[in-house]
Nanobody, 122 residues
Framework: QVQLVESGGGLVQPGGSLRLSCAAS????????MGWYRQTPGKERELVASIISGGSSNYADSLKGRFTISRDYGKNTVYLQMNSLKPEDTAVYYC????????????????WGQGTQVTVSS
């Protein structure tokens, strides 16, 4: 069974920083991409950033320059460094593993973490 566990959320003042971590555990053969999404009440979940196996990353246009995604392939872990945080960054942040195969002949599936709350407030 595959699980994604996020950590690192919390309360931070405007202008501060947080680093989110997400570790995928269980039987894992490959993961095509890992990423972060966020959601606020009444809104759809939106992409924050993603990183593929080759190392290329993709960011929401509004977050470029403030957020950085990175990945430890050996640990099946993805990180999100968030700097210069603003109140509008307040949301539940979800980790996503896309195209995960548990073994060579497995079909690709997507997995989600349970979410971690990030609150930016003074």
């Amino acid at each position: 069974q595959v699980q994604l566990v996020e950590s690192g959320g919390g309360l931070v003042q405007p202008g501060g920083s947080l680093r989110l971590s997400c570790a995928a555990s269980g039987t894992i053969f490959t993961i095509d991409a890992m990423g972060w999404y966020r959601q606020t009440p009444g809104k759809e979940r939106e992409l924050v950033a993603s990183i593929i196996s080759g190392g290329s990353s993709n960011y929401a246009d509004s977050l470029k320059g403030r957020f950085t995604i990175s990945r430890d392939y050996g640990k099946n872990t993805v990180y999100l460094q968030m700097n210069s945080l603003k109140p509008e960054d307040t949301a539940v942040y979800y980790c996503n593993a896309q195209g995960l195969k548990r073994y060579w002949r497995d079909s690709r599936s997507d997995y989600w973490g349970q979410g971690t709350q990030v609150t930016v407030s003074s």
